[in-house]
């Protein structure tokens, strides 16, 4: 359930961002440019913290991981909706990086069909990392290497952020 509450939040996202959010960021240059600069920092904060993650996790001698607890019945939707609705990466890519390629020229027959891409990309990748995630031997590897994993989507994300304010 938590995979159609995170799709959900993408139709919403995505929906706006196809309806003109490119038209409102034109006319309001500096809006745009709040959201690149904004959402860089963001992503530079973000990136930060996963190197210092992985930083603390190198420093730390391997342990069992923790009993992961799933949601109560139903809870996992909206925490899955809530959580992709109030996201500041989806907030970055859909206001700044995807409105820049969806311009006026685009026809709405090819609106549509990048609308119903982007709803069934979505929903695809969530189901297959949900589905792979919970594989007990993958979340035992993935324990192993976390350190490596943080610490290379911090430099990615620092790396970004600091191409998103310095290209605006």
Known sequence: MGVLGITLGIVIWAG???MGLHLILQ???????IIM???GLYLLWM???LIGSARQRHKQPQQDAPAVSLPKKGR????????????PKAIIYF????????????GSLERWG?????IGETFAWFALVAAI????????????????????AGVLFAGFGIHLIISR
């Open 16 to 18: 706006v961002a196809l």
């Open 27 to 33: 006319k309001m240059a500096w809006l745009h440019q």
């Open 37 to 39: 600069v904004g959402g």
């Open 47 to 49: 990136g930060w913290q």
């Open 76 to 87: 996992s939707f909206l925490k899955g909706f809530l959580t992709n609705l109030s996201n």
């Open 95 to 106: 206001g700044s990086v995807f409105s820049l390629f969806v311009g006026n020229d685009v």
């Open 114 to 118: 990048l609308f119903l891409l982007i």
């Open 133 to 152: 995630f919970a594989m007990p031997w993958i979340r035992n590897k993935y324990q192993r290497l976390a350190k490596w994993i943080d610490g290379m």
